[in-house]
């Protein structure tokens, strides 16, 4: 993915696709409580590196009060050394943004430095003395930039961005419905509401789907950004909403990013990746064009995106939501040119009505053979131009 690709991303994307790693954490050896529930937190390390990104790739956001805050807050510090490495780090393409905010999340609150939990068995073991240095200059940053008073200074503000996503959060069985479907757990689930983190272009909404591989399991994140314009009330001169009170985008974002959790360390195991290059010749200019326009752009992620996005519809029509799953289907298949979605959905219904298959992973050397069938002159008959 270009730098070029990353700045797109940073204008009009709604989902950032969470990132492949070395291969599935182990699972944990204590008992996990089956009644886990999404915790919503903050977190003034992603704070922080959203603050970061609104120099790297300025923009104008006025329906995002704590973006325009912190534009105002922060613009002393916009050629800080910490700002300087970001953009270099991001420019030539050593690391991707949300992969510094995934990086982050390793890590004790900033001021420390100090990790939370080893990157050794994470994608980024082999780039820690650049991380380190540059963990640095952001805590460096955070001090410098007194983050810390910009964030208690506006507390009501974030807490009641808090508020209104706790208001908002998938159904109590959420958990036990994602964990069941792809039958394997994760330890911990959290959404952190980022009210500083830009948006812009058509959507105007953003999600981040970090996870951090711990040493008795795997957190996963969703970082979100506010998704409803955000105005004043003319009388009180207060703000009396938040941007977050947005039922859908966060269900449909928890589905989405959460489940790249479960299905990007799969793909990224070395033979799940030699079975996924069997058909790479299907990532034919055609396809890629309308998958790039995504910042899809390569076959990994094209494949990604089809296997979330299709957790998300079975998802959606399995615990009940048919005309949602109905809603996602035509969109994720006919606006957006997911063109393999139909065959896998009928493949995964196999799947679902037999237990033998002991994982999500079991069962992929079937699923991703229903590409087998396609061919140049069917995918481009399928691929609408939008």
Same mark, same amino acid.
């Given at each position: 993915?270009?730098?070029?690709?990353?700045?797109?991303?940073?204008?009009?994307?709604?989902?950032?696709?969470?990132?492949a790693?070395?291969g599935?954490?182990?699972?944990p050896?204590?008992?996990v409580?089956?009644?886990?529930?999404?915790?919503?937190?903050?977190?003034?390390?992603?704070?922080?590196?959203?603050?970061i990104e609104? &120099?790297?790739?300025?923009? $104008?956001?006025?329906t995002r009060?704590?973006?325009?805050?912190?534009?105002?807050?922060?613009?002393?510090?916009?050629?800080?050394p910490a700002?300087?490495?970001?953009?270099s780090?991001?420019?030539?393409?050593i &690391?991707?943004?949300?992969?510094?905010?995934?990086?982050?999340?390793?890590l004790?609150?900033?001021?420390?430095?100090?990790?939370?939990?080893?990157?050794?068995?994470?994608?980024?073991?082999?780039?820690?003395?650049?991380?380190?240095?540059?963990?640095?200059l952001?805590?460096?940053f955070?001090?410098?930039?007194?983050?810390?008073?910009f964030?208690?200074?506006?507390?009501?503000?974030?807490?009641?961005?808090?508020k209104?996503?706790?208001k908002?959060l998938p159904p109590?069985?959420?958990?036990?419905?994602?964990?069941?479907?792809?039958r394997?757990?994760?330890?911990?689930?959290?959404?952190?509401?980022?009210?500083?983190?830009p948006t812009?272009?058509?959507?105007?909404?953003?999600?981040?789907?970090?996870?951090? &591989? =711990?040493?008795?399991?795997?957190?996963?994140y969703q970082?979100?950004?506010?998704?409803?314009?955000? $105005?004043?009330d003319?009388?009180?001169?207060?703000?009396?909403?938040?941007g977050f009170?947005?039922?859908?985008?966060?269900?449909?974002?928890?589905y989405?990013e &959460?489940?790249?959790?479960?299905?990007?360390p799969?793909?990224?195991?070395?033979k799940?990746?030699?079975?996924?290059?069997?058909?790479?010749?299907l990532?034919?200019?055609?396809?890629?064009?309308?998958?790039?326009?995504?910042?899809?752009?390569?076959?990994? /992620?094209c494949? =990604?995106?089809?296997?979330?996005?299709?957790?998300e519809?079975?998802?959606?029509?399995?615990?009940?939501?048919?005309k949602?799953?109905k809603?996602?289907?035509?969109?994720?298949?006919?606006?957006?040119?997911?063109?393999?979605?139909?065959?896998?959905?009928?493949?995964?219904?196999?799947?679902e009505? /037999?237990?033998?298959?002991?994982?999500?992973?079991a069962?992929?050397?079937?699923?991703?053979?229903?590409l087998?069938?396609?061919?140049?002159?069917?995918?481009?008959?399928?691929i609408?131009?939008?």
């Open positions: 993915m270009t730098y070029k690709m990353q700045h797109t991303i940073f204008l009009v994307s709604i989902l950032i696709l969470g990132f790693c070395s599935e954490p182990p699972q050896q204590n008992d409580p089956k009644n886990k529930k999404i915790e919503v937190a903050f977190n003034p390390n992603i704070h922080t590196s959203h603050v609104l &120099f790297v790739w300025p923009g $104008e956001y006025p009060p704590m973006v325009v805050a912190a534009q105002e807050y922060f613009a002393p510090y916009k050629k800080h700002i300087r490495l970001s953009d780090l991001l420019q030539n393409e &690391f991707y943004f949300d992969e510094l905010t995934e990086i982050l999340l390793y004790e609150p900033f001021p420390s430095t100090t990790f939370k939990y080893p990157l050794e068995n994470s994608p980024y073991a082999d780039r820690v003395d650049v991380v380190k240095e540059w963990i640095k952001i805590a460096d955070y001090v410098d930039a007194k983050v810390e008073d964030l208690a200074t506006n507390q009501a503000f974030y807490q009641g961005a808090k209104e996503v706790l908002n109590d069985d959420f958990v036990q419905q994602i964990e069941s479907y792809y394997n757990s994760r330890l911990q689930y959290t959404i952190i509401p980022a009210p500083e983190m812009g272009g058509a959507y105007g909404q953003r999600g981040i789907g970090p996870y951090i &591989f =711990a040493p008795d399991g795997m957190l996963i970082v979100i950004s506010a998704s409803l314009p955000v $105005e004043k003319s009388a009180t001169n207060a703000y009396t909403s938040y009170d947005n039922e859908a985008f966060t269900l449909r974002n928890s989405h &959460f489940g790249h959790a479960f299905v990007n799969i793909l990224d195991k070395e799940n990746k030699s079975l996924l290059n069997q058909y790479a010749h990532f034919i200019p055609a396809l890629k064009e309308v998958m790039e326009k995504q910042n899809y752009d390569n076959w990994f /992620d494949i =990604a995106e089809h296997l979330v996005r299709l957790g519809i079975r998802l959606a029509e399995r615990s009940g939501h048919i949602w799953a809603v996602l289907r035509e969109k994720h298949t006919k606006q957006l040119n997911f063109i393999f979605l139909p065959e896998l959905e009928q493949k995964i219904k196999v799947y009505q /037999d237990e033998k298959y002991d994982s999500f992973e069962y992929l050397p079937e699923l991703l053979g229903v087998a069938n396609f061919d140049e002159k069917t995918i481009i008959g399928r609408k131009k939008n």
